[in-house]
């Protein structure tokens, strides 16, 4: 049986005077999808429209990843039971609704495609170029067929939330990447390192990093150097809360190498960059340890990549002496750890 989808559902959630008549659980169709960070983004369709949204709670991310590990699960429908919604600017400096799929359940598999749903996004860039509201969508068969501007300006629209949690006005840590203009995060420090002095080709600097965790369970590498390393060296501390405001020139792809946070990417902080304590949202908790556990038959394929080993350690040879090519002479051979 292939079930109704929710039609014009995210033509709905996008308009300002419409947003709370929105289904509280709506069923939509997905289409496609791909690993964002610790999370995924899925490109849904109510039948009309197609929206791209986060999928950021662990249940349904774990759905997600079911959904991922065959192509052929796809185009499939799900009942979104629990989301929130909040407007931010986007890459071409629109506003824009930023939906945040928190609970779903898999209705159905293997479903064709329902209707030719269009991308709403472009729709709504077009009249924000025309000059009206970026946070409407209005019928184009019979509302406003001129295309002219709205007499009223649109008001700022609160954050809204569907099925409980807390509702943010902060960019989840998911979706940083170097596209997004302008946002702000709050998130749990931890992992603070000293300050470390390096030296380069370039000479020696001074270099700090530590951690930030958001509600979601996202972490985001976040790393200073020289007189920026001192300065947040004395403002970090394990285990209280910041908001960090970033924009894209601070944000570049992350060295797995070194980077085992499962972001994508990670941002250099600079001395233009705001980051203030957190007062005025819950604690954020520890999120549980993540393993990106590897077989060892699979380690071939990680190079250049931070995995973890599961493993039992079955045989610890002898301290032995090695020729090293670099001074040309023998030294003790660190002991083997587990």
């Not at 991308?119 to 209005?138: E, P, W």
Request: charged content about 25%.
């Amino acid at each position: 049986m292939v079930h109704e989808l929710s039609h014009r559902f995210f033509e709905i959630v996008n308009d300002e005077k419409r947003s709370a008549t929105a289904v509280k659980q709506p069923i939509l169709q997905l289409l496609d999808m791909r690993p964002v960070a610790n999370t995924f983004r899925l490109q849904l369709s109510d039948g009309q429209y197609i929206w791209s949204c986060l999928c950021i709670h662990a249940r349904s991310s774990r759905d997600s990843s079911t959904c991922a590990t065959t192509r052929t699960n796809l185009p499939l429908i799900l009942r979104i039971k629990q989301y929130d919604t909040n407007v931010k600017i986007n890459e071409r400096g629109y506003s824009r609704l930023t939906l945040c799929i928190r609970d779903m359940e898999i209705l159905e598999r293997r479903v064709p495609k329902i209707g030719n749903p269009v991308s709403l996004s472009a729709i709504l860039d077009q009249k924000s170029r025309q000059g009206s509201s970026a946070t409407g969508v209005m019928d184009t068969e019979n509302k406003n067929p001129t295309g002219a501007p709205s007499a009223k300006a649109s008001t700022p629209r609160r954050p809204v939330n569907y099925g409980g949690g807390f509702s943010s006005d902060v960019t989840p840590i998911a979706m940083i990447t170097p596209y997004v203009s302008k946002w702000r995060v709050c998130g749990l420090a931890s992992q603070k390192s000293n300050v470390r002095n390096v030296k380069s080709a370039r000479g020696e600097f001074k270099v700090f990093s530590f951690t930030l965790s958001d509600k979601n369970g996202s972490d985001l590498r976040v790393s200073a150097f020289g007189d920026v390393a001192d300065r947040l060296f004395t403002i970090i501390q394990n285990g209280d809360m910041y908001y960090l405001t970033g924009s894209p020139t601070i944000v570049k792809a992350a060295d797995k190498r070194y980077n085992s946070t499962g972001h994508d990417y990670e941002v250099t902080v600079r001395n233009d960059n705001d980051i203030v304590h957190c007062t005025d949202r819950p604690l954020i908790g520890l999120a549980p340890l993540k393993l990106n556990v590897t077989p060892l038959d699979k380690i071939s394929a990680a190079v250049g990549k931070n995995v973890d080993i599961l493993a039992v350690v079955e045989k610890v040879e002898d301290v032995t002496e090695v020729l090293t090519d670099r001074c040309c002479r023998s030294r003790p051979a660190p002991p083997a750890t587990s």
